[in-house]
């Protein structure tokens, strides 16, 4: 089955960390460039990051830049979101995507990431 | 960054209504725009890519037009399951910036 599906999303403190994961299956992950999007609650989309098949190039959201670092392992079929400092304004559901220049055609579930005390 | 407009914000229509989105961008986008439907607790899906292409299984009475900086995406006789949030999102230059959504209500 074509599918993304995320995980280690939670609940952490202001300042804290926190590795996002998104396993692929189903596809050529290895040919894809892959993207998150983020939305808080009650909110739009928000484009942060993609990265390109090779792991080479990756672009940034001012709103991440500095803060988060997107990495993907082709050998595992996965793609990683790796967010520091995090901060409240960071509250929000995270999707995986297939990301190209004809849009994300395939989207994980999400997963949740609370920054609270 | 490119900043990205749509309009209404919201609306309300009937079934079998046709229902017209508009979508802006703050400079030429040329072609490199996406339209995505998001049911509530779901994730977006997209529709259309390329501003007038028809993604795989996507009903054909979703379309797209437009290029430049003025988008439209039309949904010809409305479906119970086409009441969702539309955000169309530029794929033209990084940050691929969402517009901020339309809400299609039941009137």
């Known amino acids: 089955e074509v599918q993304l599906l995320e995980s280690g999303g939670g609940l952490v403190q202001p300042g804290g960390s926190l590795r996002l994961s998104c396993a692929a299956s189903?596809?050529?992950?290895?040919?894809?460039?892959m993207g998150w999007v983020r939305q808080a609650p009650g909110k739009g989309l928000e484009w942060i990051s993609s990265v390109n098949t090779r792991g080479e190039t990756k672009h940034y959201a001012d709103s991440v830049k500095g803060r988060f670092t997107i990495s993907r392992d082709n050998s595992k079929n996965t793609l990683y979101l790796q967010m520091n400092s995090l901060r409240a304004e960071d509250t929000a559901s995270y999707y995986c995507?297939?990301?190209?220049?004809?849009?994300?055609?395939?989207w994980g579930r999400g997963t949740t990431v609370t920054v609270s005390s | 960054d490119i900043q990205m407009t749509q309009s209404p914000s919201s609306l309300s229509a009937s079934v079998g209504d046709t229902v017209t989105i508009t979508c802006r961008a703050s400079q030429t986008i040329e072609t490199y725009l996406n339209w995505y439907q998001q049911e509530p607790g779901k994730a977006p899906k997209l529709l259309i890519y390329?501003?007038?292409s028809l993604q795989d299984g996507v009903p054909s009475r979703f379309s797209g037009s437009g290029s430049e900086t003025d988008f439209t995406l039309t949904i010809a006789s409305l479906q119970s399951e086409d009441f969702a949030t539309y955000y169309c999102q530029q794929s033209y230059s990084t940050p691929f910036t969402f517009g901020p959504g339309t809400r299609v209500d039941i009137k």
């Open positions: 995507a297939k990301d190209s220049i004809f849009g994300m055609d395939l």
């Open positions: 189903g596809f050529a992950f290895s040919s894809s460039a």
């Open positions: 390329a501003a007038s």
